[in-house]
């Protein structure tokens, strides 16, 4: 069963532009050293939309190679059609991943009869498959009930990444409408409602930043029944992860880069926001709330 705080990485890039795979390795002993419970690439927050697909098939491979099987490994198969898809997804197994996780194709929106075919096709690996239920306008938002007829129609359709608000709703409905084909229910959203995910019966969550050693404590914690500190060190990281529902990948890398884990911030992200200087003296001071909760290793520089 796959369940906690499966770390989307990030694609580390030089100020050129080009992956700096120095960075992407550090970046998952990073993770390794927080003790996620698993890794996921490439995703919206690793900015997969802006690699080729030469370059989504070699951060699958680097990534597969450097993990080497210490945690398990969900890799992102979402394509621009059912084809496109199918063949990351062929990719990804032949790479050993643990699971495969997909949007619907993003460009083009697919009809509802399209998308059963569309989720039908990638479940027919011998993986678990996650369907990242992520908004609009890059997303195509399925409604729980819509979900649930898709995890029993497949026996390899097992969970869902819910990304759509109202997220926590969403959790509810999904689990008391599931039949017992469900085997999890992640939340993403950068892990700002995770208490609260859990609370309502989620698995865990998929976030995105340069936070993890923070939101693998505050899971470990309520998994332990030590609820009341768990929310405590929340409530103590939510200031910046409203920062990062704005701000983005952006953010996410700038922290990771203040924590020496990243050479450079650079995002291709061609609708990034650049941090300016107010944001960045606000990030350090949310910083400083939480950074006593961080690994010593990893503070900021």
Known sequence: MLA????????PFDENGAI???SFARQIEYCMAARVHGLVAPALA????????????????????TIAGRVPFVVGVQGLNQ?????????ACAQNATALMAMPPYLRKASKADLREYYQALAQFDRPLIIQNAPAPIGTPLSPSELVDMLAAEDNILYIKEETNPILQHIN???ALDTGN????????NGTYLVDELKRG?????????????????????????IDEAER?????????????VYGVVLHKHVMWRRGVLDSPFARDPQKITLNADDISAIDSMWSLVAEQALADYAFE
Request: proline residues 2%; negative net charge.
């Open 20 to 22: 700096d795979w120095e």
């Open 173 to 175: 409905e999904i689990l």
């Open 83 to 91: 084809r496109i898809a199918l063949e990351f997804a062929e990719h």
């Open 233 to 245: 060190i929340s409530y103590q990281l939510l200031p910046l992860l409203n920062y990062a529902t």
């Open 4 to 11: 906690g705080i499966y770390q989307i990485l990030q694609t």
């Open 202 to 226: 989620a698995c865990g969550n998929m976030p995105a930043g340069g936070m993890v050693d923070i939101q693998v404590k505050i899971y470990d914690l309520y998994r332990a029944g030590r």
């Open 46 to 65: 690793s900015e997969f939309f802006t690699l080729s697909d030469a370059e989504r098939r070699q951060v699958v491979e680097f990534a597969a190679e």
């Open 182 to 189: 469900c085997a999890g229910v992640f939340g993403g959203a």
